[in-house]
T-cell receptor, first 116, second 112 residues
Framework: EPEVTQTPSHQVTQMGQEVILRCVPISNHLYFYWYRQILGQKVEFLVS????????KSEIFDDQFSVERPDGSNFTLKIRSTKLEDSAMYFC??????????????FGPGTRLTVL | SQQGEEDPQALSIQEGENATMNCSYKTSINNLQWYRQNSGRGLVHLILIRSNEREKHSGRLRVTLDTSKKSSSLLITASRAADTASYFC????????????FGEGTQLTVNP
């Protein structure tokens, strides 16, 4: 069964460093998402992406964050200058269709980011 | 205000018993989805129910949706130890695109 994959599974970085989290969505899906979950808290939406542009973003997704689909398969989240509070599990998700069709979002296994 | 609040926060039952978890929300929705998360792991999609649906079944799972009360319930019948996990409801709101808004989750423990 097709699934969303994410790499790395765990990333440790120093405060102020740039990190890139990578995702491979399900191949025929058109909508891509990033969410994060700080330890012990609920999952929070960061950004959605469709047709090579951001379609929606939350207040968390500030200028330090960016997303890119560099080729036909990968979808990346970049954090330019990490802060301690960026430590969280980051989930990528994809869906075949969008909101109008009430579509299922399939999540990857997550990347645990630890900022020291 | 919280969108997607589950109750109870924690539920402990014996294998074979049924588990019921509830979710309430505050704004109009397009759909509501239930996910399972094993400790420290990814989110596994369980079931999606659209705003014009009232009940859906999938195996041992039964989901209901009451849009007049802005609430949903997830019933797991004949629970197994492997059902031990956190369960989250997530709503897609009419006014906020395709983003999902998650609740706090219910931690279900099924004792063998």
């Amino acid at each position: 069964e097709p699934e969303v994959t994410q790499t790395p599974s765990h990333q440790v970085t120093q405060m102020g460093q740039e990190v890139i989290l990578r995702c491979v969505p399900i191949s025929n899906h058109l909508y891509f998402y990033w969410y994060r979950q700080i330890l012990g808290q609920k999952v929070e939406f960061l950004v959605s992406f469709y047709n090579n542009e951001i379609s929606e973003k939350s207040e968390i997704f500030d200028d330090q964050f960016s997303v890119e689909r560099p080729d036909g398969s990968n979808f990346t989240l970049k954090i330019r200058s990490t802060k301690l509070e960026d430590s969280a599990m980051y989930f990528c998700a994809s869906s075949e269709l969008g909101r109008a069709y009430g579509d299922t979002q399939y999540f990857g296994p997550g990347t645990r980011l630890t900022v020291l | 205000s919280q969108q997607g609040e589950e109750d109870p926060q924690a539920l402990s039952i014996q294998e074979g018993e049924n588990a019921t978890m509830n979710c309430s929300y505050k704004t109009s929705i397009n759909n509501l989805q239930w996910y399972r998360q094993n400790s420290g792991r990814g989110l596994v999609h369980l079931i999606l129910i659209r705003s014009n649906e009232r009940e859906k079944h999938s195996g041992r799972l039964r989901v209901t949706l009451d849009t007049s009360k802005k609430s949903s319930s997830l019933l797991i019948t004949a629970s197994r130890a492997a059902d031990t996990a956190s369960y989250f409801c997530a709503t897609s709101q009419e006014t906020s695109g395709s983003r999902l808004t998650f609740g706090e989750g219910t931690q279900l423990t099924v004792n063998p």
